[in-house]
C-alpha cells in the first residue's frame, strides 16, 4: 500500500510530465538496452505515448515493463527549477479514442524522410520517482507538504 510519501511523489511526478510533450521510453531489444522518443500525454493516471511505427521501436515495448522518462534539463527554468522524472509499468498497445488523439495534437509529416505513421501505447505505471537540481541559476522545485 503506498504511503503519503508515495503519492504526493507520484502526483507530483505527473505534474511534472504534463509539462513536457516528449520524453524516452527505455526497454530491452534483442537483450540490449534501447531508449527510444516519444510523444506522451497523461489520462486517468496513465501514460499514453505516440511513436513512429516505421522503426518497430513499440514491438520491444509491447507487454514488457519499461521505463518512462522526460526532464526539463536543458531549459532555463528559474521559476520551476530543474527536474527529472521516471514512470516504470507495464507497457501494451492501445486504439486512442478521439478525445485523446486531440489531446496529442498533430504528429510529425515524415521522420527520418519516411512518412510518419504513428502507433500508440499504454503505460500503466507502478513505480514514479521525481528527482530535483538544485543550486547554480536555477532553484530548488518546491513540494509541498
Known amino acids: 500500500m503506498p ?6 511523489d507520484e502526483r507530483l511526478a505527473f505534474e511534472l510530465l504534463g509539462r ?10 534483442r537483450a540490449l538496452p534501447f531508449l527510444a522518443a516519444a510523444r ?3 489520462v486517468d493516471g496513465r501514460i499514453l505515448l505516440r511513436m513512429h511505427k516505421g522503426y518497430g521501436y513499440h514491438e520491444a515495448c509491447i507487454g514488457s515493463v519499461v521505463a518512462y ?6 531549459a532555463e527554468t528559474a521559476r520551476t527549477g530543474q527536474w527529472t522524472v521516471q514512470f516504470v509499468g507495464l507497457c501494451e498497445v492501445i486504439e486512442p479514442t478521439n478525445a485523446e488523439l486531440e489531446l496529442f495534437g498533430p504528429g510529425p509529416h515524415y521522420v527520418d524522410g519516411e512518412l ?4 500508440y ?5 507502478q513505480l514514479a520517482t521525481v ?13 509541498t507538504r
Open 3 to 8: 504511503t503519503d510519501d508515495q503519492e504526493q
Open 116 to 119: 510518419y505513421d504513428p502507433v
Open 69 to 74: 522518462g522526460a526532464d526539463n534539463l536543458s
Open 131 to 143: 528527482h530535483t537540481l538544485q543550486g547554480g541559476r536555477n532553484r530548488q522545485l518546491q513540494r
Open 40 to 42: 506522451h500525454v497523461v
Open 20 to 29: 513536457t510533450d516528449y520524453g524516452r521510453v527505455a526497454t530491452s531489444m
Open 121 to 125: 501505447m499504454r503505460i500503466e505505471p
